[in-house]
């Protein structure tokens, strides 16, 4: 019997290694550490791989850091290939505690769920800040345009969404459509209260350009270059895109931090800068904008 964890960057490990300080050797648990150069494929390939080598009939659940995230979104797949492995997120010490004694993974859940007190916890509301320069152009609702090859994740899900005050996510991809697993992974990591919808580029334009979302606050998201250019081609209005995340794939070659571009996406980008639209590189909210053309010049 082993369990997956899997978490962004070297949470999950360090777990483990709590863990076994406190409860002695652990070795149910293999660890899978997503970095900012993988993919979601990587990721789902690092699980089936550790479920070639131990079995699947052995694998009780992939216990992922946060619900949305990538190790999360991936595992959803892993899921519909394996389904008797469950999969479950909020991993933590306790969980992995309670595990490691002999606790079944239900009693594990609801003893992590006790663990979380507080005292002296402030609850005066503090007021949501929304960038400065989210506006809506030309009544579309757009308020972020950007490109990142794991759709909804952690900093999407987490960190762009609040920051922008956003009330609908809009993934633009023609494949997906047809592609019930990713539609269902799509679905499940939408945060609480965020609308979504899933349309294809032509349909997207048409509601875009129609004034359907006037009101709204809409985070448009595409996960291919060439997807941003047919959408600019079709009409759709944007001021600036925003490059967040491209991860290592054969041909690729690194531009900066998580962005690898083929030739073919890099003079994607340029066309696009030379309809006017700015193209710029960030990664979360609080970091500085960047010019992508000052990477490549």
């Not at 899978?32 to 789902?44: D, P």
């Not at 920051?163 to 609480?192: H, Y």
């Not at 595409?222 to 759709?236: F, H, P, Q, S, Y």
């Amino acid at each position: 019997m082993y369990y997956i964890i899997a978490s962004h960057g070297e949470y999950a490990d360090a777990c483990k290694k709590s863990c076994e300080m406190i409860t002695g050797a652990a070795p149910q648990f293999s660890v899978v550490t997503f970095t900012e150069e993988m993919t979601k494929e990587s990721v789902e390939n690092a699980y089936r791989k550790i479920i070639a080598e131990k079995g699947e009939e052995q694998c009780q659940a992939i216990i992922s850091d946060i619900k949305g995230g990538t190790p999360y979104n991936a595992a959803i797949a892993i899921r519909h290939e394996y389904p008797t492995i469950a999969l479950v997120s909020g991993l933590c010490l306790g969980m992995m505690i309670a595990l490691n004694i002999g606790d079944t993974l239900e009693s594990a859940i609801e003893q992590s769920r006790e663990i979380i007190t507080g005292e002296g916890v402030s609850s005066e509301n503090q007021s949501k800040e929304v960038v400065e320069s989210a506006e809506p152009v030309d009544n579309n609702g757009i308020v972020n345009f950007r490109l990142d090859e794991r759709l909804i994740h952690g900093q999407v899900a987490t960190f762009w969404t609040r920051t922008l005050g956003v009330t609908r996510i809009m993934i633009v991809d023609n494949d997906i459509l047809s592609d019930e697993i990713s539609k269902k992974a799509l679905q499940a990591a939408v945060p609480s209260g965020i609308r979504l919808s899933v349309l294809s580029v032509a349909s997207a334009a048409r509601k875009l350009n129609n004034g359907t979302y006037t009101g709204q606050r809409v985070f448009l998201i595409v996960r291919r270059t060439n997807t941003i250019r047919e959408l600019l081609e079709a009409g759709v209005k944007v001021k600036e895109v925003n490059i967040g995340n491209m991860g290592v794939k054969n041909g690729r070659k690194q531009i900066f931090k998580s962005v690898y571009c083929t030739k073919e996406e890099l003079k994607d980008i340029q066309d696009i800068e030379k309809s006017g639209v700015l193209v710029y590189a960030q990664m979360v909210p609080n970091d500085d904008k960047k010019k992508f053309t000052s990477f490549i010049n």
